[in-house]
């Protein structure tokens, strides 16, 4: 379990708190999607879940981030990348090496184990993502959403039982942000956690279990992805929701839906069909 206790942050130089008291429990093999407006302070705590902040990232922090029980304040950086895998927004940032193979063997060769147990974690990693052919490609041949995926392999590699990632399909077009998703749901599936801020609402939200919503450095919403995308203190924030969400609130405001929003297209549908035939959701 990742757990923020009264979690405060504010970055060298600067007067405002980037987290404002944040405190949030994230249980073993949850899916969690992270929204809220830009500079709401999504990325910050991000980095406080593999100890970024505050051992990389300088200013005050106050408040403590505990991991599988382990306060990120106490170990260093290294020893937390074993249990949290981050991913940056921009794979070019992370991939260090100039193969798919040397790249996710990186992590593993500064862990001082022996090359035969490497070998057999970047088949394990690479079989899980299903990226076998990719072993042997340079990465400069790669398309964004490979170079995305083999940043997330290069995390997982190391054995990380929580991932989180910092929009990773921002750099991304739409055909390969679909099948990032798809990786991420699968490594869920697996029983890892899965926390993701991202700004595609539409193609995250089915995925995840719970929403959390940050504005201002504060949770203002936290729970089932319906009721958080389409309440009225998200939307306040700026967040758009799902278009999905988006025609069931312009439904419900003339009368024509009730209930649970859709929170995807087959859902949108019946939805729809509901009002063709004379009914209401």
């Known amino acids: 379990m990742i757990e923020l206790r009264d979690v405060w942050f504010k970055y060298e130089g600067t007067e405002d708190y980037a987290l404002k008291g944040i405190s949030l429990e994230i249980h073993d093999g949850e899916f969690v999607l992270l929204v809220g ?38 170990v260093p950086v290294s020893e937390l990348a074993r249990r949290v895998g981050l991913v940056f927004q921009n794979p070019e940032n992370q991939l260090v090496t100039l193969s798919v193979e040397r790249e996710i063997a990186f992590g593993l060769e500064n862990t001082g184990i022996s090359r035969e147990a490497i070998r057999e974690a970047i088949l394990r990693t690479a079989t899980e993502l299903g990226i076998e052919e990719l072993l042997d490609k340079p990465i400069p041949q790669l398309s964004g959403g490979q170079k995305q995926i083999v940043a997330i392999a290069s995390v997982l590699a ?9 929009e990773p399909t921002s750099e991304l077009d739409p055909a390969s942000a679909l099948i990032v998703a798809d990786v991420l749901k699968r490594i869920n599936e697996s029983g890892r956690t899965v926390i993701v801020s991202e700004q595609r609402l539409d193609l995250f939200a089915p995925l995840a279990d719970r929403v959390i919503a940050i504005s201002d450095g504060r949770v203002i919403a936290d729970g089932n992805p319906r009721e958080v995308l389409a309440s009225e203190a998200v939307l306040r924030a700026g967040v758009l929701p799902p278009r999905v969400i988006q025609i069931y609130l312009e439904m419900s405001r003339a009368g024509l839906a009730r209930g649970e929003p859709p929170i995807n297209v087959e859902e949108c549908a019946e939805l729809l069909k509901s009002v063709q035939r004379g009914g209401s959701r």
């Open 37 to 74: 407006p830009s500079g709401a302070g999504k990325s910050t705590l991000l980095r406080t879940l593999n100890g970024l902040i505050p051992h990389f990232y300088s200013g005050e922090m106050k408040g403590a981030v505990l991991v599988d029980g382990v306060d990120t304040r106490d």
């Open 158 to 166: 190391m054995g990380a039982s929580h991932l989180a990632l910092d």
